[in-house]
């Protein structure tokens, strides 16, 4: 799905509230309507109800006035790097540009050559120079190895006109959004799957916890994770990212942009941004690589089309959830870790944002699915407490959540599941 911007507006700023916030590739593309539309779906309970707050528009630290160990590339290292932007080393294309696959020196051994991804700026595409400068911003400070690593980068003028590039790591098994497509060859394992949801956690949660400053993706997807030659996922592409809000502030108010299906319904309603948006994307994320779907599909039938409202119905009954699992894995899953990522997935969806989980106690959950030997954590626990947790000041939410027990008869233990109808979609 393409990343889009969605205008409704940059947002005024407000005054400070006493309450507080804990802590687009299909070719669709958000219309008017199509906002108002998700807008009215919503809950009356919305980011909203936890804060009036509005942030501060900020910059990111600069890469200049941080350590980076950025090289600049000059254009015609670049045309000799990709035989002169060849479509034959094209790799990739999008609204932003073009992507190829090129060659350079490295540093460390002049002899040796580098692979690398080089993003070359469309003048027309829908990623510009503000994205572009957002990319190089955050990748040259923060560093991490579920992170993709930015190389270097490119601005300068030549016959072709003003040349925005950005060089990065070639990673060479390409996205997990290719990888869960029907025409994927192979489709990824069950345990390879559960692999790149804890990768892609350990990410999320380094930019929103690990740093002297908070960075919110905004455009979390699987197409922006990648996978490298040992099958490692990576996130990707940061030009949506933005700071966190500012200390004593709970969200970012900013224009929306984002992916339909994985866009949060407060932030599509408001306009408001926390890093909370990013776990309901990473909730929606987990129902992908369960489902082998997009969130959006509409080659699919009526019914069918959005991921979340087609899986609803099928989350209470043991046997109906069997069908919404990949018919690609072929069984070879262990049911119970299935449901229990799926119960990991509907922490994250929780409808108001303060309590969806953090991505560090996400991350902890999926620890131990992967390796119950790992931690204290478990997706069981936050369920057990769900019926709290969501209670509301007017007493509204316990009429519209149930826990419901329902025994698998493997060693007695309980899937537990809120209401369906709780999935709302936006």
């Known amino acids: 799905m393409k990343c889009f911007p969605f205008s409704v507006g940059e947002k005024k700023e407000e005054p400070k509230s006493t309450k507080s916030i804990s802590g687009l590739s299909t070719n669709s593309t958000f219309t008017d309507g ?84 080089v993003k070359q700026l469309s003048k027309r595409g829908l990623q510009g120079h503000k994205e572009w400068v957002t990319e190089v911003n955050v990748l040259g400070v923060v560093e991490h190895p579920n992170l993709v690593k930015l190389v270097g980068y490119c601005a300068e003028d030549d016959e072709r006109g003003i040349q925005r590039l950005l060089i990065y790591e070639f990673l060479p098994n390409g996205s997990v959004e290719a990888h869960l497509s029907t025409r994927a060859e192979t489709p990824l394992p069950w345990a390879m799957r559960l692999r790149i949801a804890q990768d892609a956690a ?144 509907n922490r994250c969806l929780v409808r108001l944002p303060k309590n969806r989980p953090k991505m560090s106690d996400v991350l902890e959950m999926v620890n131990k699915l992967i390796d119950p030997s790992s931690g204290t954590g478990s997706p069981q626990l936050p369920l057990k407490n769900l019926a709290s947790l969501e209670t509301s000041d007017d007493g509204e939410a316990k009429n519209k959540r149930r826990i419901l027990d329902t025994k698998t008869g493997e060693n007695g233990w309980f899937f537990r599941m809120w209401r369906p109808k709780l999935l709302r979609t936006c």
């Open 202 to 345: 350990r990410g999320l949660a380094h930019l929103h916890e690990e740093m002297d400053f908070q960075i919110i993706f905004r455009d979390f997807k699987s197409s922006n994770i990648l996978l490298d030659e040992q099958w490692n996922a990576k996130l990707s592409d940061f030009g949506m990212a933005r700071l966190g809000p500012a200390e004593g502030l709970t969200h970012v108010s900013t224009a929306v942009v984002g992916t339909m299906g994985y866009a949060a319904p407060e932030y599509i309603q408001t306009g408001r941004l926390t890093y909370k948006s990013d776990v309901w994307s990473y909730g929606v994320f987990l129902y992908e690589l369960i489902t082998g779907r997009r969130p959006i599909d509409r080659n699919r039938p009526k019914g069918e089309q959005k991921l979340l409202e087609w899986v609803k119905p099928h989350l209470s009954d043991m046997k109906r959830f069997r069908l919404i699992i990949d018919p690609r894995l072929e069984g070879k899953y262990s049911l119970k870790a299935v449901q229990k990522l799926a119960m990991i997935a």
């Open 34 to 117: 199509e906002m108002k539309r998700s807008g009215s779906e919503l809950n009356s309970q919305n980011v909203s109800d936890a804060s009036t707050a509005s942030s501060r528009r900020q910059s990111f630290p600069s890469f200049s006035q941080r350590p980076s160990n950025l090289r600049v590339f000059t254009v015609p290292e670049l045309k000799s790097a990709t035989k002169n932007f060849s479509r034959s080393v094209m790799v990739g294309e999008g609204g932003f540009g073009c992507v190829y696959k090129g060659l350079i020196k490295s540093t460390e051994d002049p002899s040796q050559k580098l692979e690398v991804a």
